[in-house]
């Protein structure tokens, strides 16, 4: 049973779209703690699925795989949320925490890319994460985001274009840094 | 490595999501859910009463005549979304749906191809079994999906469903019109987002008057030939869902198929049960929500002897289609949509599972949506895969005949993308006279794509003394290709059409009428000669 015949059937039976959320909440969630940690990833991917069940009339059932139509609706939570999170941000003025993204820690594997992605936007940081983390192919880009097709296929040429840079800036400092060190 | 696998790697350190958080936030949404379901029972109650009144009324029964039902079919063409629905009798009409700006609409043609014309905006069109009607749907601004009537001359449009309607609680869904075999009534699905409780099995006189409930938590009707009955699915809330049937007027209601699995503790459902053509036997698919694969049952029209024939299938498919199911004209053969791509036959004795559309569609099989008919009088079968884009139709003892074997292995690369399969027959979009539009895929350099399209038009040219009345660059399937249409080339052919694998160039298919193999034999030797692309 695809997941456009689980929305369809769930006009009728509300509950079957209980096998939405089997499928992919795990993913959905994975994704957004590793964007913005795990109390928001809670909060964020719940309501994913409430707006999810209340919006399913509007599915488009020629789609089998409901998952962009899912990350769209969880992409646009986070920055909905992260409007709000800067705001408070500014007003303690102190950093969130539980936020891989936001507050690296430079010990740990990855710093390095993580640095990278924060050179980045956030809209391109979602494009790319959708690509790279949620696997979404470029047609599934298009219609998470609600952009033309073409439009995903330039901005993710740009911004990996950009976290290339990014890591080779950051692979010379090293290197500067090691050499100056010796 | 580049960047994407780097940050691929850095996903990796996120955690797993802990049960805790799965079970409370699955607790959450049926929470959500059930507070839907209070909220559309309320209005119910108050309602319910006046919808009896306003929509029950008796009415006479007329005696149904012994008409076979037409089923849907479905095809997509290349450039436009194209659903095919054959009118039955004289077989000579078929609708179709394309894809127009803002939506859809249904077009008519002849099974030729020729003299298409607008029929109508919308989509999902049924012939009523005496071909004088359509039954289709619109949709509305909130996507919801009304039904309508048309007479096939474009005359006497008529809605009967509306967002409106007494005792109606919002905009509804109408899905799976079934006429009635003497073409007077239709049933159909219809349901409603936020009060599931007015769902069900709903049925109307073509003409709009006494639109009423057959049966509540019901779907996917399937009206049986003799007029007498309807096959539905019901579901039993705690995911699991069954055929039922009833009488035509709604009365006797009972279980055919059994909940299946019921020990299981998977989600199971039954799903577009189809009446065999002679109303002994129903077909249906049964799913399992933990597999987007369905299975192919077949049982007496009684319910015994329930049987799996067939594996793979695709269940109910889009909004477009009633049905994935398609029985032969003697019953004797089933025609179904497999999520391997494509679509399949299997002998109802004997098992034998055929293949019938050719080509390379496996790569991502669930995407594949797709449905298969055949029709009472006519018996042609026409498929279309809607992602993979290929199709095929042909009549009775027909075969496709492999008239190519392309051979590019050898430093030729075809441009990245997915694999694709395109049409070579041009269908509806065919000016008069024109049999063959050939799609030449853009290849990874200039030099390439004109060597490449060269030999095609070549091929063509040399092979048939083909030349083409036309060349032009065109979007086909979100790909810049190379259009050639030719006109009286290939003309003793019904259908023909052209698959394109992946690295190994076109393969051109032929189909040819029953006794005309031998015959063509050497045309073919042709072709075959011709179509050799080694570069």
Redesign the interface.
């Known amino acids: ?2 997941d ?3 929305v ?2 769930s ?9 939405l ?2 499928r992919h ?2 993913a959905i ?2 994704f957004l ?2 964007r913005a940690g795990v109390d928001l990833a ?1 909060e964020i ?2 309501e994913t ?2 707006i999810a ?2 919006k ?3 599915y488009d ?2 789609c ?2 409901a998952r962009p139509w899912l990350y769209g609706i969880a992409v646009n939570l986070l920055r909905e949320c992260r409007r709000g999170e800067a705001r408070r941000l500014r007003a303690y003025a102190r950093s969130a925490d539980g936020s ?1 993204l936001e507050a690296p820690d430079p010990e ?3 710093s390095m ?2 640095a ?2 924060r050179e980045l936007g956030e809209q391109e940081r979602t494009l ?2 959708l ?3 949620a696997g979404l192919s470029y047609e599934q880009l298009a219609q998470a985001l609600d952009v033309p ?1 073409g439009t995903v296929r330039s901005r993710l040429s740009r911004v ?1 274009e950009k ?2 840079a990014a ?1 080779e800036l950051h692979d010379r400092a090293v290197a500067i840094t090691e050499r100056n060190m010796l | 490595v ?3 696998d ?6 990796d ?5 802990d049960e805790t ?2 079970v ?3 607790a ?3 929470r ?3 507070a ?2 209070v909220q559309s029972t309320a209005p119910l109650r108050r309602s319910s009463a006046r919808i009896a009144e306003s929509f029950w009324r008796p009415r006479s029964r007329t005696r149904m005549a012994l008409l076979a039902v037409a089923l849907f079919l479905l095809l997509t063409g290349i450039a436009t979304a194209t659903y095919l629905v054959v009118r039955p009798r004289e077989l000579v009409e078929i609708a179709f749906v394309r894809a127009v700006p803002g939506g859809h609409a249904i077009w008519v043609m002849r099974v030729d191809g020729t003299g298409s014309r607008l029929l109508t905006r919308g989509d999902a069109p049924s012939w009523s079994p005496d071909g004088k009607r359509v039954a289709f749907a619109r949709s509305g601004p ?3 999906r009304q039904l309508y009537v048309i007479s096939s001359d474009g005359s006497g449009l008529r809605q009967l469903t509306r967002c409106d309607q007494r005792g109606m609680p919002q905009c509804g ?1 109408a899905s799976s019109f079934t006429w009635s075999p003497d073409s007077r009534r239709i049933a159909f ?1 219809l ?3 936020n009060f ?1 409780s007015y ?1 069900g099995v709903y049925v109307t006189d073509a003409d709009g008057s006494g639109l009423h409930r057959l049966a509540r ?1 019901a ?1 996917a009707p399937s009206w049986s030939p003799d007029g007498k009955h309807i096959a539905f699915t019901r ?1 039993n ?1 705690r ?1 699991r ?1 069954a055929i039922w049937v009833m009488s035509a007027d709604g009365r006797h209601q009972m279980p055919l198929s059994s909940y299946p699995n019921s020990d299981s503790p998977h ?1 199971t ?1 039954d ?1 577009a049960p189809t009446w065999s053509p002679d109303g002994r036997e129903i077909a249906f698919t049964r ?3 933990d ?2 694969s ?1 299975t192919v049952w077949v049982m007496r029209a009684d319910g015994s002897g329930g049987r799996q024939v067939a594996a793979h299938a ?7 289609s009633s049905s994935s199911l398609a029985w032969s004209d003697d019953a004797t053969e089933l025609v179904y949509a497999s999520t391997r791509g494509g679509v399949y036959s299997v002998q109802l004795n004997g098992g034998t599972v055929r293949r019938l559309t050719i080509g390379s569609a496996d790569r991502n099989p ?2 594949v ?1 797709l449905i298969a008919t055949t029709t009472a009088s006519g018996g042609w079968k026409r498929f279309a895969s ?1 992602r993979y884009r290929y199709s095929v139709a042909y009549p009775p003892g027909w075969t496709a005949v492999k008239a190519t074997t392309s051979k590019l292995e050898r430093g030729f690369p075809l441009a990245d993308g997915p694999e694709v399969d395109k049409l070579l027959s041009c269908g509806d979009s065919c000016p008069e006279g024109i049999d063959v539009v050939f799609y030449a895929r853009k290849l990874s350099t200039p030099r390439m794509y004109s060597l490449f399209a060269a030999k095609e038009a070549g091929a063509l040219a040399n092979g048939f003394g083909c030349a083409p009345t036309s060349r032009n660059a065109a979007r086909v399937a ?1 790909e810049t290709a190379m259009v050639f249409t030719y006109s009286n080339c290939l003309g003793n052919y019904m259908v023909e059409y052209a698959v394109v694998h992946r690295g190994h160039g076109f393969d051109l298919y032929l189909l040819a009428p029953p006794g005309h193999e031998a015959r063509d034999r050497a045309t073919f030797a042709r072709i075959l000669s011709t179509f050799r692309f080694t570069p």
Do not use: K, M, Q, Y
Not at chain 1, 12 to 18: I, K, L, Q
Not at chain 2, 13 to 17: G, I, K, Q, Y
Not at chain 2, 314 to 320: D, M, S
């Open positions: 049973v695809t456009a015949e689980i369809a059937r006009l009728e039976e509300g509950e079957v779209f209980a096998v959320f089997d909440f795990r969630h994975r703690r590793g809670d991917t719940s699925f409430a069940f209340r399913r009339g509007a059932l020629s089998d795989d891989p740990r594997d990855g890319v993580d990278a992605l790319i994460l690509h790279a983390w097709i990996r976290l290339r890591l | 580049n960047e994407v780097l940050l691929a790697r850095r996903f350190a996120v955690p797993e999501t958080t799965v409370r936030a699955r959450e949404l049926l959500v859910i059930a839907s379901e909130l996507r919801e869904f699905s349901d409603f987002v599931t769902s938590n779907g579901g809330g995911f869902r989600a459902a799903d799913g399992s929500f597999d987007p369905d695709l269940g109910r498919v889009t909004e477009f669930a995407a949506a809607s979100r």
